[in-house]
């Protein structure tokens, strides 16, 4: 039979101390009811005597969570534990966590206080915060710097005197895995009656170690993580809780305890947060990150269509994911490739016209980063229409740009050998250009995207359109290159039509 592992999420705490994080009250209700629905054990809301808007926000949360605990910090300080006292009062459960410094650097210069005056500081703090509930953990801040031995002391004397829960913190991130480990290990194993408070661990990212030092300290027998959604905290951050909760259930093999988190609100979790505090996730972060289940490269690709697991060791599903992806791009393979015709329901009816669009779309890959499924389109039908002659041709185009005026372009294109001309305002110059010659083609067709990549360096630079238009359900790519980014719009628009041109002639006969 596994144990529990508690997840005590501080998002709504040490996160919020991220610079510009800070959260309304009215957001901190929303994450706590998202924390809540994920299954989290505690949630800490805040440090009710920061403010008056810390302490109606924890209050508040503590009022609208049923299923978690909910949680206040305060300084080892009779006012600081009363605020927290009254802020978790309307909570189903309800916790006070309290906390003073050990190590030597900030006894003697932060708080100015002797070692015995720090233990008689705590015993007080318990003793008072048990006046508002039996639920009450404290913290030896800077354990990770504190020497071994007054640790045993303090925490041997706040278990005294009704500590619950004994949190471990890696305040400033400065512990190695092994080492944290045994300090977990060494102080299970010396404090007198030790079993009678759960162990817990709060870790910082000073070192990119905090989640690595939680689960060090979870196999030496922790049975509570502190930890923050996407691993925002003060400074470089806490340990990030969709890294521990994966990786306790995913190595069951190694871990005698697991959480009681449903995984499947991980990801919705990571975007309401990061949308709330404005901290983007970057892209590569495990388990939340775009492409934390996204595969680019042909071999990868190839071994997770034969067989999922070759390259993930857990499902995307299960963490909030819809599904897993496979990004086509210049790493993706023939095997990839032809899997995702069949999934856009493009069939070639030869191994030769497979071939010839996949030479096409490794090109196209070594111009865009990112393939995308109307690519993929265009560059089949891009095939299909690799026969057809040049219906319209740039012969002049004029462009008038200045501020404060409507730009204005006059155009001269040659369709099917006879020059035309004609003009149109338009928003910006590419658009009157675009506008002026569909005076002349009359194509009717929606244009989708238009894009420009510089093929060289420099202010003189080629550079590259692609312009997408779609008519009919019929959807192309147009690329023109010129130094005039202009012209090379126009080229391109011209190049997209010229792929339309079969039907474009069948639907303006007059043209
Ligand atoms: C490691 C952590 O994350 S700890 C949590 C950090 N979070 C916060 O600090 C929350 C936001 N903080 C605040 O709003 C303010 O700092 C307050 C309201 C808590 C205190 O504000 P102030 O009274 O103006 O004090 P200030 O912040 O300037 O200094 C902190 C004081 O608390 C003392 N102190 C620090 N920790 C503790 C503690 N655990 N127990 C008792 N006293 C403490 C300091 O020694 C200092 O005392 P001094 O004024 O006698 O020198
Ligand atoms: C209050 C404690 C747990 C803390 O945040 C830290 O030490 O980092």
Same mark, same amino acid.
Do not use: W
């Given at each position: 039979m596994k144990s529990k592992l508690i997840i005590f999420d501080t998002t709504l705490r040490d996160g919020e101390q991220s610079p510009g994080a800070s959260m309304t009250k009215?957001?901190?209700?929303?994450?706590?009811?998202?924390?809540?629905?994920?299954?989290?054990?505690?949630?800490?809301?805040?440090?009710?005597?920061?403010?008056?808007?810390?302490?109606?926000?924890?209050?508040?949360?503590?009022?609208?969570?049923?299923?978690?605990?909910?949680?206040?910090?305060?300084?080892a300080l009779e006012r600081d534990i009363e605020r927290a006292g009254e802020a978790i009062k309307p909570a189903v459960s309800g916790r006070i966590h309290t906390f003073i410094a050990t190590s030597p650097i900030h006894m003697e210069k932060k708080l100015r206080m002797s070692p015995d005056q720090v233990v008689e500081q705590a015993v007080k703090a318990v003793k008072w915060a048990r006046k508002w509930t039996d639920n009450v953990e404290f913290s030896p801040e800077d354990a990770g710097r504190s020497e071994t031995d007054f640790l045993c002391r303090i925490l041997e004397a706040v278990i005294e005197a009704g500590a619950t829960t004994l949190n471990i913190p890696d305040t400033v991130g400065y512990n190695l895995p092994q080492q944290f480990g045994s300090l977990i290990a060494t102080l299970r194993e010396r404090i007198p009656n030790s079993d009678k408070a759960i162990f817990s661990v709060h870790c910082h990212n000073d070192l990119g170690l905090a989640v690595a030092n939680?689960?060090?300290?979870?196999?030496?027998?922790?049975?509570?993580v502190e930890c923050t959604i996407n691993g925002l905290g003060e400074r470089a951050g806490n340990a990030s809780l969709e890294e521990i909760v994966m990786a306790v259930r995913t190595r069951q093999d190694i871990f005698t305890c697991d959480t009681g988190i449903d995984t499947t609100q991980i990801v919705p979790a990571s975007r309401l947060v990061s949308g709330i505090t404005g901290f983007a996730v970057q892209p590569n972060k495990a388990?939340?990150?775009?492409?934390?289940?996204?595969?680019?490269?042909?071999i990868h690709q190839d071994g997770v269509l034969k067989h999922r697991e070759t390259y993930e060791i857990m499902r995307a599903e299960d963490v909030g994911w819809s599904a897993n992806k496979m990004v086509m791009g210049k790493h993706s393979g023939r095997n990839a490739f032809r899997s995702r015709l069949v999934e856009l329901g493009i069939e070639l009816d030869s191994e030769e016209a497979l071939n010839a669009a996949f030479a096409r779309f490794k090109?196209? /890959?070594?111009? #865009?980063?990112?393939?995308?499924? &109307?690519?993929?389109?265009?560059? %089949?039908?891009?095939?299909?229409?690799?026969?057809?002659?040049?219906?319209?041709?740039?012969?002049?185009?004029?462009?008038?740009?200045?501020?404060?005026e409507t730009p204005?372009?006059?155009?001269?294109?040659?369709?099917g050998g006879k020059e035309k001309p004609a003009e149109a305002d338009g928003g910006g110059p590419v658009d009157a250009s675009f506008k002026a010659i569909e005076v002349i083609v009359k194509s009717g067709t929606e244009l989708l995207l238009y894009s420009v990549n510089n093929?060289?360096?420099?202010?003189?630079?080629?550079?590259?359109?692609?312009?997408?238009?779609s008519k009919g359900g019929r959807i192309v790519n147009g690329q023109g290159a010129d130094t005039?980014?202009?012209?090379?719009?126009?080229?391109?628009?011209?190049? /997209?039509?010229? #792929?339309?041109?079969?039907?474009? &002639?069948?639907?303006?006969?007059? %043209?």
């Open positions: 009215e957001e901190k209700v929303r994450i706590a009811r998202q924390l809540e629905r994920m299954r989290v054990d505690v949630i800490e809301a805040g440090f009710p005597a920061a403010s008056n808007g810390d302490f109606e926000s924890v209050k508040a949360v503590a009022a609208s969570i049923k299923d978690s605990t909910v949680c206040g910090l305060a300084r939680s689960l060090s300290a979870v196999l030496a027998g922790a049975r509570q388990i939340v990150g775009a492409n934390a289940f996204a595969h680019e490269s042909g090109d196209l /890959a070594d111009k #865009k980063h990112e393939i995308f499924d &109307e690519d993929i389109h265009a560059l %089949v039908s891009d095939e299909e229409q690799a026969m057809v002659k040049e219906q319209f041709k740039l012969v002049s185009l004029r462009v008038c740009s200045e501020t404060g204005h372009a006059q155009v001269t294109i040659s369709d093929i060289t360096s420099g202010t003189d630079a080629q550079g590259e359109v692609t312009v997408r238009l005039d980014i202009v012209i090379a719009s126009a080229k391109a628009y011209l190049n /997209a039509l010229n #792929k339309l041109a079969g039907k474009l &002639e069948r639907m303006n006969p007059q %043209v």
